[in-house]
């Protein structure tokens, strides 16, 4: 049986939205939601540019993701694609139309060169965009918002700046980055998420929207590369134990609990990988450069390990709950 193919008890007949489905992370939870049983409507953004061509790739990849995985072809007659773009409302309220949930996320660009201060707009308007059609739709149930942790590290007395880590109160999910200190280290990455989630969070409150946020570390592929603009300040991340992975699978089953579990609420940090051992550190800059000379391991006596300071308990604990169906007393 594959990952994930048992039916969810509920969803037969019920939609869902998940909105940007053209990266990776959207076609797992595409697959994902297909196979538990609901009717998904993919929706994917129009980049400044796109053409017909470019459009008619991003479905093909998508279709041919679900044709690879197990009983693809059986679950396309309940998947739906929409093309929605994130200014435009009307687009948007026409693709999570009829739907109990919506998960929300922006695909940034994968080079820091093409991260700046508009990528930071966009990501903005379009958490408001999909919040706001979230909130006029009759038969929404919840959002997850898709985070990251560079909206939780970036402290102005955090990652970049604290050199006395021994005394650095760990992160979690209390924790968000400072808007100033990302604009004056240009950390457009860690500023759009920042601000995006802020505004997800403002409107979900004041239209009583019920949001989980799911703020997820650096997610690992194929394609990654050190220009990813989550990797700039990575050094300073790794000095202050804050530098985390996680891979698509892991995120993908995170989203899926955030959204079916009763007990699921606020933010929750999502990795399975901490990387504070120098090892770790040679092993993600070889995934990140992999035709790169490999390096020797370093001398014994440089073998710091650096202490980490950022925990998922609390997604640990939901995920506990939903794997065995038994939940607590929200915390």
Not at 50 to 66: I, K, M, N, P, Y
Not at 146 to 168: M, Q
Not at 182 to 202: D, G, I, N, P, Q
Request: proline share 5%; aromatic share 8%.
């Amino acid at each position: 049986m594959c990952p994930g193919s048992v039916e969810a008890a509920g969803a037969a007949g019920k939609s869902v939205c998940v909105m940007d489905a053209a990266g990776p992370l959207g076609h797992a939870l595409v697959d994902r939601l297909l196979r538990r049983g609901y009717t998904v409507h993919a929706a994917t953004y129009a980049a400044c540019g796109d053409d017909d061509e470019e459009e008619e790739a991003t479905t093909a990849a998508l279709l041919s993701h679900l044709s690879s995985s197990c009983g693809g072809d059986a679950y396309r007659q309940r998947l739906k694609l929409f093309r929605a773009d994130p200014f435009d409302y009307h687009a948007i309220a026409d693709a999570v139309r009829g739907c109990a949930g919506v998960f929300c996320m922006f695909n940034t660009p994968d080079d820091q060169a093409q991260c700046d201060e508009s990528t930071v707009e966009t990501e903005v308007r379009a958490a408001h965009n999909v919040l706001e059609a979230c909130a006029q739709a009759d038969a929404m149930e919840r959002v997850v918002f898709t985070s990251s942790a560079t909206a939780v590290v970036w402290s102005g007395a955090g990652a970049g700046t604290h050199h006395d880590h021994e005394e650095a109160a760990a992160a979690d999910e209390k924790s968000w980055s400072d808007l100033a200190f990302c604009r004056k280290f240009k950390l457009w990455h860690a500023l759009a998420k920042t601000l995006s989630e802020k505004t997800a969070w403002a409107l979900a409150m004041d239209r009583g929207v019920d949001m989980v946020a799911i703020n997820a570390g650096l997610l690992t592929g194929p394609g990654l590369t050190a220009a990813h603009p989550y990797l700039k300040g990575a050094p300073d991340m790794y000095d202050a134990g804050v530098l985390v992975t996680v891979d698509v699978d892991f995120l993908a089953d995170a989203h899926v609990a955030a959204y079916e579990s009763p007990t699921a609420y606020g933010r929750y940090l999502c990795f399975n990988n901490a990387v504070c051992r120098p090892e770790d550190a040679v092993k993600l800059a070889q995934m990140l450069s992999p035709a790169a000379p490999r390096s020797p391991p370093p001398p014994s006596d440089e073998l710091k390990v650096i202490p980490q300071r950022i925990q998922n308990k609390k997604l640990n604990k939901l995920m506990l709950e939903f794997a065995s169906g038994v939940y607590g007393e929200l915390d």
